[in-house]
């Protein structure tokens, strides 16, 4: 299948800084990226849709201030947490549309957010 | 937002044994995706199903679009033990919309 990286794996911060964390599709290229959360022992929560070239689309009561999405090029998608709290520690996990007339979604790997 | 029922929830099951779950919407599919994720990992897809009735084969995995397409099957025959994880559902119901997630089904296999 087609693959999707995410960097870092993990990260820990202290609470007021803000965190990058970048997804890239590495054997395709995606107009369409999805940013996901997930708790433990929960499943995967849509925060926003990031297209290429545009604004992305967020979830209803996803701060998008606060999650800041950008997706400069056709391989590269980011998530900033911004002004990060314990509260935003998470599993975050982005997946990439493949480019066709099917709809598929290969996910990265997803990063362990921790915030201290 | 929409989620999906998935069920059972978890199963304990022996190694050799065939599972079956499955994954049901009140509302209509266009879409089906089967995924499965270890511990600390993404989602991997497994199976993709796009067509009413359909009926799709990944090795020792099969998995059937419902004719209702509200909801969709996963079979895993003859289990081993790195069939453990936690497997989900996911559907969308038109090209371009967004993919709902199920609630997930966690799988134990006992050696």
């Known amino acids: 299948g087609a693959v999707v990286s995410q960097h870092p794996s993990r990260v820990i911060c202290k609470s007021g800084t803000s965190v990058k964390i970048e997804c890239r599709s590495l054997d395709f290229q995606a107009t369409t990226m999805f940013w996901y959360r997930q708790f433990p022992k929960k499943s995967l929560m849509l925060m926003a849709t990031?297209?290429?070239?545009?604004?992305?689309?967020?979830e209803q009561g996803v701060e998008k201030d606060k999650f800041l999405i950008n997706h400069a090029s056709l391989t590269l998608s980011t998530l900033t947490v911004t002004s990060a709290h314990p509260e935003d520690s998470s599993f975050y996990i982005c997946?990439?549309?493949?480019?066709?007339?099917?709809?598929?979604?290969?996910f990265g790997p997803g990063t362990r957010l921790l915030v201290l | 937002g929409q989620q999906l029922n998935q069920s059972p929830q978890s199963m304990f099951i022996q190694e050799g044994e065939d599972v079956s779950m499955n994954c049901t919407s009140s509302?209509?599919?266009?879409?089906w995706l089967w995924y499965k994720q270890d511990p600390g990992e993404g989602p991997v897809l497994l199976i993709a199903l796009y067509k009413a009735g359909e009926l799709t084969s990944n090795g020792r995995l099969t998995a059937q679009f419902g004719i209702t397409r509200k909801d969709s099957f996963l079979n895993i025959s003859a289990s081993i033990p790195s069939d453990v994880g936690i497997y989900f559902c996911a559907g969308q119901k038109g090209t371009g919309n967004q993919f709902y997630f199920g609630t997930g089904t966690s799988l134990t296999v006992i050696p």
């Open positions: 997946s990439a549309k493949f480019p066709g007339d099917m709809e598929t979604q290969y």
């Open positions: 509302s209509i599919f266009n879409t």
């Open positions: 990031s297209n290429e070239g545009s604004k992305a689309t967020y």
